[in-house]
């Protein structure tokens, strides 16, 4: 089993609508999650991170955390097609408290 | 404050020829990570290293593909003998503690001829 599973997509959602991105995760000791994105041909960025259950909200994105269900999730909200690029969710956890990466989501936001 | 640098950015070997790859991290980053992605593929781990020390190599190939972190200068990833299959973009990043966030470098994109 995957320590962080992401759905590949691709996911298309019409400009200026809510993209709805999730994560799940197997390590239920797990107490820190992240979001990153990454433009094609660019190295990964940081968006935000998420230590406690419920919701945190940076601008127009929102993680939110479910650490009963094992998931995180990220919601961009009034999605511009700048936001189109492949999200990464990273968990640290496992046996070494460890980083790990899920294989990201890829999002097209169309005009 | 700079951020993570990698150099080359860009890389092109013929098959059998020696890879270096260099990381210089953040400034009081003392953790390194180093990371392959394939064209249209994930980000894969690769190996963990802190100064001087391997901490975890559980994603490098068993053989041609090596890391250091030395006391003085900055991470290598060297890979010997280098075949079309390696092809890759090789990003590093580094942070401040194990379970800190990462911030990766623009990477390094390797072409094998």
């Known amino acids: 089993q995957k320590e962080v599973e992401q759905n590949s997509g691709p996911l298309s959602v019409p400009e200026g609508a809510i993209a709805s991105l999730n994560c799940t995760y197997s390590?239920?000791?797990?107490?820190?999650f992240f979001w990153y994105r990454q433009y094609s041909g660019k190295s990964p960025e940081l968006i935000m991170f998420i230590y406690s259950n419920g919701d945190k909200e940076d601008g127009r994105f929102t993680a939110q955390l479910n650490k009963a269900s094992q998931y995180v999730s990220l919601l961009i909200r009034d999605s511009q097609p700048s936001d189109s690029a492949t999200y990464l969710c990273a968990v640290v956890g496992g046996p070494g408290n460890q980083f790990y990466f899920g294989t990201g989501t890829s999002l097209t936001v169309i005009p | 404050n700079a951020g993570v640098m990698q150099n080359p950015r860009h890389l092109v070997r013929r098959r059998g020829q020696e890879a270096r790859l260099r990381c210089s991290p953040m400034?009081?980053?003392?953790?390194v990570y180093w990371y392959r992605q394939l064209p249209e593929e994930g980000l894969k781990f690769m190996v963990y290293?802190?100064?001087?020390?391997?901490?975890?190599e559980s994603g490098m190939p068993k053989e041609r593909f090596s890391a250091e972190f030395p006391k003085e200068g900055p991470s290598i990833l060297r890979i010997q003998q280098v075949v079309r299959g390696d092809s890759a973009a090789y990003f590093c990043?580094?942070?401040?503690?194990?379970?800190?966030?990462?911030?990766f470098g623009p990477g390094t994109r390797l072409l094998v001829l």
């Open positions: 990043a580094s942070s401040l503690d194990r379970e800190e966030t990462q911030y």
């Open positions: 390590d239920r000791g797990s107490q820190s």
């Open positions: 290293l802190q100064k001087e020390n391997i901490i975890d």
């Open positions: 400034k009081g980053h003392s953790h």
